[in-house]
């Protein structure tokens, strides 16, 4: 990953899992708790890829795993956002900008179930059966419900921020002047005319004209003669 990534993922991860401890969690709300870390491991992954976004979930899980107040093996968090973010990275399209926001949407409530669903299995595998006494169901009805009403003031701000964080006024002067070679030679290729020099190359073939119709006629005057 570039530096500039490394550091805005650092930043905004560090922030959302500050956010999270210290004011989502003591909400108190019935089920799941907003996961704003999850939602930011998804706004990065939409616009950085499923590389990036593994990478990035990998490094937010494992934070989550050794903060406190965290009660569970570390790593577990790590493996289901690590997982999250490669999948929610393969829907990125090539010029990280989404056209509507029903598959982000759709995404958030899928990673919301998906992830509760993982960490849950994880969980059971080491012996932790804390999902079962609490109710698996309303967790994952909870989870998907608090992330999606969480996630319009949270992940267009991410991705924005991301995509912001790319930009490179050089590669894109330098794209722009390929794309202007690319088309010129488009039309040169057809037309045989050079784009910037349209009226010297209307002349030329004017002035070509003309000077075969004086040949014909000297041709023609001397057959006469």
């Known amino acids: 990953m570039r530096v500039n990534r490394i550091l805005l993922s650092t930043a905004l991860v560090v922030v959302a899992l500050v956010v999270q401890v210290s004011v989502l969690a003591r909400l108190h709300l019935p089920g799941a ?11 990065l992954a939409m616009v950085y890829g499923h590389v990036g976004g593994a990478l990035v979930g990998f490094g937010a899980g494992l934070l989550a795993d050794l903060a406190p107040p965290a009660d ?41 179930v998906g992830s509760t669903l993982l960490y849950a299995g994880v969980g059971a595998l080491v012996g932790d059966t804390a999902a079962r006494h609490v109710g698996l169901t309303g967790l994952l ?22 995509r912001r964080a ?24 057809g037309t045989g005319l050079r784009i910037g020099s349209q009226r ?19 041709i023609k005057g001397v057959k006469r003669l």
């Open 72 to 112: 569970h093996a570390a790593g577990r968090y790590a493996l289901v956002l690590c997982v999250t973010g490669y999948f929610a990275g393969l829907i990125r399209p090539e010029n990280g900008r989404l056209k509507s926001a029903t598959g982000p949407m759709a995404v958030v409530v899928a990673a919301a």
């Open 33 to 43: 708790v907003p996961d704003l870390l999850l939602l930011t491991v998804l706004g």
């Open 200 to 218: 010297g190359g209307l002349g030329a073939l004017k002035a070509k004209a003309r000077t075969r119709s004086t040949r014909v006629g000297r």
């Open 166 to 189: 790319d930009n490179d006024p050089l590669t894109e002067t330098g794209s722009a002047a390929k794309a202007g070679d690319i088309s010129s030679g488009w039309l040169s290729s």
């Open 141 to 162: 009805f909870s989870a998907a419900l608090y992330d999606l009403l969480l996630a319009p003031f949270v992940v267009p701000g991410i991705m924005w921020l991301a």
